[in-house]
């Protein structure tokens, strides 16, 4: 059966494509807007659902996993910064403290619907004010949720996680991969 990613994140098509999933990119456009009384669990787990239920509902015989991750700390989502000054917003609250990264991931399928929402800790070293610049300056943080990426530059600020690593990246791989044997999909 056919495996449709409903996402236009290069780090989701990555990590598909490392474990050796055949699959095609048909993001999903819906309103990303956050509910005002929506937790950020809430948050990703619903926008999981309707990336998956806007691209089942026109490709009806395949698989289709839809994911959104954000970044929680001290319960408030920092989702992709809007601009210099909020990336570096987010980026000092981030610094010297633990955060929780959460991804709800969706797979619907004729057979079924599947979700899981993965949460991992990440804790950051302080991050100086000359590294935060060049951080900003690089161009690195803007599409990524809490203005970073944890295979890049900001790498340097991270001396523990508690979790998936590739959860952090956007997509946990083993929870996906065992959703997809649950729906009997084989990429052979």
């Known amino acids: 059966m056919r495996l449709i990613l409903a996402s236009s994140s290069p780090r989701r098509r990555e990590l598909l494509v490392q474990v050796g999933l055949v699959f095609d990119v048909i993001p999903a456009h819906i309103d990303e807007t956050r509910h005002a009384s929506e937790t950020p669990t809430a948050y990703v787990q619903r926008l999981a659902l309707q990336k998956a239920q806007a691209i089942h509902a026109?490709?009806?015989?395949?698989?289709?996993?839809?994911?959104?991750?954000?970044?929680?700390?001290?319960?408030?989502?920092?989702?992709?910064?809007?601009?210099?000054?909020?990336?570096?917003?987010?980026?000092?609250?981030?610094?010297?403290?633990?955060?929780?990264?959460?991804?709800?991931?969706?797979?619907?399928?004729?057979?079924?619907?599947?979700?899981?929402?993965?949460t991992t800790s990440v804790t950051f070293s302080p991050v100086d004010d000359t590294e935060l610049q060049r951080y900003l300056d690089s161009g690195e943080p803007y599409d990524k949720a809490g203005a970073y990426g944890i295979q890049g530059y900001a790498a340097r600020w991270i001396p523990r996680i508690d979790g998936d690593y590739f959860n952090v990246m956007g997509l946990p791989l083993a929870a996906t991969v065992r959703l997809l044997k649950e729906l009997s999909y084989s990429s052979d």
Not at 68 to 75: A, K, P, R, S, W
Request: no cysteine.
């Open 58 to 118: 026109a490709h009806p015989g395949t698989i289709v996993l839809g994911a959104d991750t954000t970044v929680e700390i001290d319960g408030h989502a920092l989702e992709k910064p809007l601009d210099r000054s909020d990336a570096e917003r987010m980026l000092r609250a981030l610094s010297g403290r633990t955060h929780h990264v959460h991804t709800g991931i969706a797979l619907l399928s004729p057979h079924g619907e599947h979700a899981h929402l993965e």
